[in-house]
């Protein structure tokens, strides 16, 4: 609601009761006595009645679940594992949504999203994954006889491939082993990890990726893990839900899967 509204039916409010809950002053509006005799008990009401909505939105999704997750990780670490969620949970109903950004869980169009980020979000449940780290990864192909990559200084002979909202990935991975950023050549730069995993196999650099985000790429010879020193991007995988929501028994099946997923990988 606007602003302009909230304080209409504020007034409409006190209008009904007879009684001022607010003093307006030029700055701010703060409670009047009444007014915060008034709140303690019907906030109280306000709480229960959250609680028995979202209990309600649960109870009608018990056999199903609708999940949110991000382009990159839903094609190479989600989609590969799910015919294990389906065979060990064949009952249960789930439809998977592409999604970059933030869910409005008051909807009641998403029951699950999955998040990356530092894990502060004060308007969800969010229960930690494992974190994202990165290590080099490039085409066998791409790289020369004369120029081979024993070391993690010989990669200056190649462009290093940048994320444009990440660019300083790079610079800490180099300054993590020791070395100096101002000598390795500057690649192509891409608005996301997947496009620069992408670019890594077709040969043209090397990428900075989260290795459980590339194992086809690994497994199929187009990508190869240059060096086994991986950068601590202070930042996790996280699955995230509604605050306060009780959990459908189709959530918690999830939840229990994924988690044993992430820690077997």
Not at 7 to 18: M, T, Y
Not at 151 to 179: A, C, I, T
Not at 213 to 236: A, H, M
Request: include cysteine.
């Amino acid at each position: 609601m606007t602003p302009s509204a909230i304080s209409h039916q504020i007034k409409g409010l006190e209008s009904f009761l007879g009684i001022e809950l607010f003093r307006r002053t030029k700055r701010k509006v703060v409670l009047t006595e009444a007014g915060e005799t008034y709140l303690k008990p019907i906030k109280q009401i306000f709480q229960k009645l959250e609680q028995a909505t979202a209990d309600l939105k649960s109870a009608q999704h018990a056999g199903s679940l609708r999940l949110a997750v991000a382009p990159s990780f839903l094609t190479r670490w989600l989609m590969p594992r799910m015919e294990r969620f389906q065979s060990r949970y064949p009952d249960i109903e789930i439809e998977i949504r592409s999604s970059m950004g933030f869910i409005d869980f008051s909807l009641g169009e998403i029951d699950m999203a999955v998040y990356f980020g530092n894990g502060e979000w004060s308007d969800v449940e969010a229960h930690y994954l494992r974190p994202i780290r990165l290590a080099p990864v490039c085409s066998p192909k791409m790289i020369k006889p004369d120029q081979p990559i024993k070391q993690p200084e010989d990669m200056r002979f190649y462009p290093l491939l940048h994320v444009s909202k990440r660019n300083d990935e790079w610079n800490d991975w180099l300054v993590q082993n020791d070395l100096d950023p101002k000598v390795f050549r500057r690649g192509l730069m891409f608005s996301s990890g997947s496009l620069t995993a992408g670019a890594a196999a077709q040969g043209l650099g090397i990428a900075l990726a989260d290795i459980s985000l590339v194992t086809p790429e690994i497994d199929s010879g187009q990508l190869q893990v240059l060096f086994d020193k991986q950068l601590d991007t202070n930042r996790s995988f996280y699955l995230v839900f509604e605050k306060k929501r009780a959990l459908t028994p189709a959530m918690a099946a999830f939840k229990e899967w994924i988690i044993e997923e992430m820690n077997d990988s």
